[in-house]
């Protein structure tokens, strides 16, 4: 059974570029959700996505968006970089949808610096 | 808005002895309660959870205590070792708000041997 993996694990951008962040969920799960950490804080809720559907959105503006695959893997994409996107992003597994019983499998994240 | 708060950024303590983790909160629509551990370069792992309808769940080690008229609830670790120094965050979620879960800042435990 394999875990929750992301890919890149570091990366570095500039203001205003874009950036395609990627997740492989653990084996069985259909549902995928994304946090942003920032420094010192605990991870934030971006979205959720149920079976390629989005299942939920925290308080993020419309330049993060995502998808999930028909094998439940998702993409988080950010659009016009700002410097405070600068965090860790981390990418969870679960199985069983919108069930707040379901614990939550994470990656390792991936470190986005913007310069 | 901090929903959940973990108000102690750090705690120390001796190998052996109880840890005891604090979070509060203060949205009383909350139903359910987790506890995450995370190591540097890794993701949080669940550690114990506890529904809002009880007041204690222990695995093993590990004992979660909800106290809903004060919105508090906490973590003890007993006996703690030196394994379990990571930082531990505190996340609450509503069966309505399904699979969004609201993280405290996290405490930060090291336990010497």
């Known amino acids: 059974e394999t875990g929750v993996t992301q890919s890149p694990t570091h990366l570095i951008k500039t203001r205003g570029q874009q950036v395609t962040l990627r997740c492989s969920s653990q084996s069985g799960h259909n549902t995928v959700s994304w946090y942003q950490q920032a420094l010192g804080q605990g991870p934030q809720f971006i979205f959720q996505?149920?079976?390629?559907?989005?299942?939920g959105r925290g308080n993020f503006p419309p330049r993060f968006s995502g998808l999930q695959f028909p094998n439940y893997s998702s993409e988080l994409n950010v659009n016009a970089l700002e410097l405070d996107d600068s965090a860790l992003y981390l990418c969870?597994?679960?199985?069983?949808?919108?069930?707040?019983?379901?614990?939550?499998?994470f990656g390792s994240g991936t470190q986005l610096s913007v310069l | 808005d901090q929903q959940v708060k973990q108000n102690s950024p750090s705690l120390s303590v001796q190998e052996g002895r109880i840890s005891i983790l604090n979070c509060d909160y203060t949205n009383s629509m909350f139903d359910y309660f987790l506890w995450y551990k995370k190591y540097p370069a890794e993701g949080p792992t669940f550690l114990i959870s506890?529904?809002?309808?009880?007041d204690k769940n222990e695995d093993g080690r590990f004992t979660v205590f909800l106290n809903k008229s004060a919105k508090h609830l906490s973590l003890h670790i007993v006996p703690s070792q030196p394994g379990d120094s990571a930082v531990y965050f505190c996340a609450a979620a509503s069966y309505n708000q399904g699979g969004k879960l609201i993280f405290g800042q996290g405490t930060e435990l090291s336990v010497k041997p």
């Open positions: 506890i529904s809002s309808i009880k």
């Open positions: 969870a597994s679960s199985l069983g949808g919108a069930s707040t019983n379901e614990k939550l499998f």
């Open positions: 996505y149920y079976r390629e559907e989005e299942n």
